[in-house]
Nanobody, 126 residues
Framework: QVQLVESGGGLVQAGDSLRLSCAAS????????MGWFRQAPGNEREFVAA????????DASDSVKGRFIISRDNAKNMVYLQMNSLKPEDTAVYYC???????????????????WGQGTQVTVSS
């Protein structure tokens, strides 16, 4: 079992940067692929970025590629999302998520994740 708590959201202006943090508890964290998702009002939860357990492989959606960077520190049980050049369309609740190592399916699909945080609001003003 893994518990996740996000932090770092807030209100920023377009072009600003923000770093989200996700603190994980549980002995199996370093075996879990981890992801970030976001959900804006009226929209479905969408994939943002994911990272392999070792941190050697990462993935990001086309809408954030080149602007957002996912990373992890297994020694500290932390996952981060560095968000640069923020745009108003990045406004959403951001969720940290974890997959069990044995879970199948694409890590871009929310249904393949077993653990979720409570979310943190990011608002980007124009």
């Amino acid at each position: 079992q893994v518990q996740l708590v996000e932090s770092g959201g807030g209100l920023v202006q377009a072009g600003d940067s923000l770093r989200l943090s996700c603190a994980a508890s549980g002995r199996t964290f370093n075996t879990c692929p981890m992801g970030w998702f976001r959900q804006a009002p009226g929209n479905e939860r969408e994939f943002v970025a994911a990272i392999a357990p070792s941190g050697s492989i990462t993935d990001a959606s086309d809408s954030v590629k080149g602007r957002f960077i996912i990373s992890r520190d297994n020694a500290k049980n932390m996952v981060y999302l560095q968000m640069n050049s923020l745009k108003p369309e990045d406004t959403a609740v951001y969720y940290c998520a974890g997959r069990r190592a044995a879970n199948g399916g694409s890590w871009r699909e929310a249904r393949t994740y077993s653990y979720w945080g409570q979310g943190t609001q990011v608002t980007v003003s124009s």
